[in-house]
């Protein structure tokens, strides 16, 4: 078991061993210096598609890195960054109202695009096959999975797990997922909860029929709702885990990659 100060209750944590793989934190070089990333990919593979993995609110957390863990065991390149590196340590927080209020809510989206730019560069640099390139990301990182593959031509797919879609957390963030939904270079796949009282299911409809009118990758896009799940049902080491629910929405994820990425 293990304890999250930042919600207060214990969950069960999945640790994903790393055997067969090479990963570890390491300083990746951006626009304006150094920040802090995870990587893991399989050990004795070169050329793997890569998956960019974003954050949730908390930053670059053993859940992050787990993720990125569980993607390289599937044959994958998977790299995550500390997003707000600049703007303080989502760590030392233990209420989400003031971490949100003085570090997510001064994060640019411009920044985060730079620096998931630059985690495709350095990829590449160690072998990654960024002609297969996708993006998923978690709360935080959903909504910005959604940005990112209207961002990038060269993304392939995005799968964005309970991310916002009509709003964001601060007035730098100005446009949303509704804002691109018709204008995505990859086609992404949205894994929502019913209960989610972040995300109303209204916003949602919005956005299907924003995609209904976009491009090929749009109208190829698709939503997930599970009907009794709220928000971050995938974060094991939370109360709001629920186990059937995230493994069949990370068999679905990856059905998702594999088909866009082989």
Known sequence: ???????GAAGTTIHTSSDGLRHGLFDMPTYDGAIKAYYAAPAKQAQRPVILVIQEIFGLHEHIQDVCR???HEGYFAVAVELYQRQGDAGSYTDIPGLIREIVAKVPDEQ????????VQWAAAQGGDVARLGVTGFCWGGRLAWMYAAHNPACKAAVAWYGRLVNGHGPLQVRNPIDVAASVHAPVLGLYGAHDASIPLAGLHQVEAALAHGGVASKASRFVVYPDAGHAFYSDYRPSYRKADAEDAWARALEWFGRYLA
């Open 1 to 7: 078991m293990s304890f999250s100060p930042i919600t």
């Open 112 to 119: 985060v695009m730079a620096d998931l730019d630059a985690s």
């Open 70 to 72: 569980r993607f390289a």
